[in-house]
């Protein structure tokens, strides 16, 4: 059927623009010997829901991902959160031996103070390289309120790193944009 | 550089690329699911229930008659049966849109839950939650504080000040089992379902406000759908009533008339059973005016 035909070769498509993003976005979150089959199992979601996939189909497929994650062990929902992995999660020796070492250590260890909640907010943006809508869509809640997270989590990452920031200092406003 | 960019430079997957072998593995992978199953066709609106903050929908109905697949992937997500045996195994999963707590913080919104829900023993359509009633009972506000306050532990660090008496905008129990809406910081609105006291909140929602309230008369769908809970499926159905309306009911198609709890322009309901998660598995009754009109959830979302 020429229908099926056209959907087949758009999801071809699909496969080969997203593999790769998706795969490093769940190995971001679980160990390398698991994450084919969570790839191939979001593939599968999303071929069978490919018409109703949004325009902007990447941060969809991530979303999909990420439930498959959350639902396969629910060991890794902390607070609702799917955790992230991060460089210096077992290396930092590895870690010792590099430039700005100090640095490096200050914000490995400022990270792991987070919650897991905040981790992921975070890495969505600064490692999966999203933007806060399609970061929302991940996670399946409204922009502006990914966004408000997004902000206490950085609030907390910069006190974390410099501990003398003012804790009682204004929190972030937002607003329904 | 600020410390979004800071953290960026130590992502884990920052230098990786898969092998060849492996990408090749993958598109052998595709092969198969493109051999085995059929794909979904169409855009089918008001199939879904919308999700929290009534966004993109994550969750889909499940679908009769799907195309039934081979024997599970590797690695891929457990499937099973929904309660009442309507769904054959090939069928669409009526997932959890919520994740669910059970001693874990529920999560502010899910993607699509189609992965690892358990199979449902009971498929003899026996309905549990056993002191659920059709018709809810209206409580004071002071009384469900305690529920609303253990709905807001559930959302960990993102609710910050406990909720108060003024925060809650509906509040209705059935037998056992208490829903509240309930503002987070007085600001964002949430849906909460402590369905077993002994257990504490089962799941929680946040709610689009941003909309507009719906004409005089008329009611909205902000949230439906179904999830696995403790005693089997449930669904719920949230949403707004413009001026007038005096009664809203769900109708299920086994007649079982659900009479929705209706305040300050917010009606709710729940039930047991997992008919919220289909495409327009139960009929709307929106009473006003003295005239009843009944519509299909997907007349009425968004």
């Known amino acids: 059927m020429d229908h099926d035909d056209t959907a087949e070769e758009r999801f071809r498509a699909l496969h080969a623009a997203t593999y790769t993003d998706l795969l490093r976005f769940v190995k971001r979150r679980i160990p390398d010997d698991d994450a084919d089959g ?16 949004p325009d902007d189909a990447r941060p969809w497929l991530f979303g999909i ?24 999660d077992h290396s930092t ?23 897991a909640a905040d981790r992921e907010v975070l890495a969505l943006v600064a490692f999966d390289g999203l933007t806060d809508v399609q970061a929302a869509a991940v996670l399946g809640c409204h922009r502006a309120t990914f966004r408000m997270r997004l902000n206490r989590a950085r609030r907390r990452l910069r006190a974390g790193l410099e501990p003398a920031t003012d804790l009682s200092s204004p929190v972030e406003t937002w607003s329904r944009t | 550089m ?26 052998a992978g595709l092969d198969d699911l493109l051999r085995e199953s059929a794909p979904a066709t169409g855009r089918r609106p008001g199939t879904r229930w919308l999700g929290a903050l009534g966004r993109e929908p994550m969750e889909e109905a499940p679908r009769r008659g799907a195309p039934r697949r081979g024997a599970p992937r590797r690695g891929a997500p457990r499937r099973g049966a929904p309660g009442k045996g309507v769904l054959g195994p090939g069928a669409r999963r009526s997932g959890a849109r919520r994740l669910m707590f059970g001693g874990v913080a529920v999560a502010a919104a899910a993607a699509v839950a189609v992965a690892a829900v358990q199979l449902v023993p009971n498929g003899n359509g026996n309905r549990a939650y056993a002191s659920w009633t059709a018709t809810p009972k209206a409580v004071a506000v002071a009384d469900v504080l305690p529920q609303a306050k253990q709905c807001a532990t559930g959302w960990g660090a993102d ?10 905008v509906l509040a209705e129990r059935r037998g056992d089992a208490t829903l509240v809406l309930v503002k987070m910081d007085s600001t964002a609105l949430t849906s909460c379902f402590v369905l077993d006291p002994a257990e504490g909140a089962a799941g929680a929602d946040l709610l689009d406000t941003a909309s507009p309230a719906p004409a005089a008369g008329r009611v909205r769908t902000v949230s439906m759908g179904a999830v696995e809970g403790s005693e089997g499926w449930y669904s719920s159905v949230i949403g707004r009533a413009g001026a007038g309306v005096e009664k809203v009911e769900i109708e299920l198609p086994d007649g079982t008339e659900v009479r929705a709890s ?28 003295g005239k009843s009109r009944d519509y299909r959830p997907s007349q009425l979302h968004g």
């Open chain 1, 38 to 53: 969570v790839v191939s199992a979001a593939f599968l979601v999303a071929w069978r829901r490919f018409g109703d996939r």
């Open chain 1, 65 to 88: 991902a990420r439930n498959i994650l959350a639902n396969q062990a629910r060991s890794r929902l902390r607070r609702g959160a799917v955790d992230v992995r991060m460089v210096g």
């Open chain 1, 93 to 115: 020796t590895e870690a010792d031996r590099a430039p700005g070492v100090d640095a490096r250590i200050d914000l490995v260890r400022a990270w792991w103070a987070l919650s």
């Open chain 2, 2 to 27: 600020n410390e979004l960019d800071r953290l960026s430079t130590l992502d884990p997957m920052r230098d990786f690329e898969p092998t060849a072998e492996r990408r090749a593995r993958a598109t």
């Open chain 2, 159 to 168: 609710w910050e000040t406990p909720p108060t008496a003024a925060d809650i």
């Open chain 2, 262 to 289: 209706l305040r300050d322009g917010w009606w709710a309901a729940w039930w047991p059973g997992h008919e919220g998660g289909e495409a327009d598995g139960v009929r709307i009754v929106v009473h006003a005016d």
